[in-house]
T-cell receptor, first 121, second 115 residues
Framework: EPEVTQTPSHQVTQMGQEVILRCVPI?????FYWYRQILGQKVEFLVS????????KSEIFDDQFSVERPDGSNFTLKIRSTKLEDSAMYFC???????????????????FGPGTRLTVL | AQSVAQPEDQVNVAEGNPLTVKCTYS??????LFWYVQYPNRGLQFLLK??????LVKGSYGFEAEFNKSQTSFHLKKPSALVSDSALYFC?????????????FGQGTTLQVKP
């Protein structure tokens, strides 16, 4: 069964350093997402990506964050200068489409990766 | 604002007994509702969804959920719990104010099934 993969599983970094979290979505999916979960809190949306561009971003997703799909398979989240409050579990997700242009395929479930635990010291 | 609530932080049941994990939602328009399960050190695994049609939906591992429009609820159920069902369960709804399909999650409910 196809699955979303994420690397690394755990990243420890110093405040102010740049980190790149990597994801490989399911190969025929077209919609990609990043969510995060601060310890003890809800899973919250960060950004969605479709057709090689950001389709929506949350208030959390400020100028320190960026996403990229550099090679048609990987989907990365970069944090330029990490802060203590960026410590969280980061989940990548992807969603398929029925392939019909213009149709609303948001009823398709999102498939999540195992997450990257980011610890900022 | 659109939201999902899971009123119980933890649910404890004995193996073999029925289980219910509660979820209520608040969205405008027609809701697309999802349940996910998270085992330790694993990602969120899809269990089931409600889009339209029959209010009782069946999913993976013997789980089912009942959509109740008047009560804006989507409770997760299983007739006979297994110890292996012990995990963290998340209810989610598609944000209808967005066309990206992004999900709004509840805070999660820990299910503990005791032998």
């Amino acid at each position: 069964e196809p699955e979303v993969t994420q690397t690394p599983s755990h990243q420890v970094t110093q405040m102010g350093q740049e980190v790149i979290l990597r994801c490989v979505p399911i190969s025929n999916h077209l919609y990609f997402y990043w969510y995060r979960q601060i310890l003890g809190q809800k899973v919250e949306f960060l950004v969605s990506f479709y057709n090689n561009e950001i389709s929506e971003k949350s208030e959390i997703f400020d100028d320190q964050f960026s996403v990229e799909r550099p090679d048609g398979s990987n989907f990365t989240l970069k944090i330029r200068s990490t802060k203590l409050e960026d410590s969280a579990m980061y989940f990548c997700a992807s969603r398929g489409t029925d392939g019909t242009s213009g149709s609303d395929s948001s009823y398709n479930e999102q498939f999540f990766g195992p997450g990257t635990r980011l610890t900022v010291l | 604002a659109q939201s999902v609530a899971q009123p119980e932080d933890q649910v404890n049941v004995a193996e073999g007994n029925p289980l219910t994990v509660k979820c209520t939602y608040s969205v405008s328009g027609n809701p697309y509702l999802f349940w996910y399960v998270q085992y330790p050190n694993r990602g969120l695994q899809f269990l089931l969804k409600y889009i339209t049609g029959d209010n009782l939906v069946k999913g993976s591992y013997g789980f089912e959920a009942e959509f109740n429009k008047s009560q804006t609820s989507f409770h997760l159920k299983k007739p006979s719990a297994l110890v292996s069902d012990s995990a963290l369960y998340f209810c989610a709804v598609r944000d209808t104010s967005s066309n990206t399909g992004k999900l709004i999650f509840g805070q999660g409910t820990t299910l503990q099934v005791k032998p």
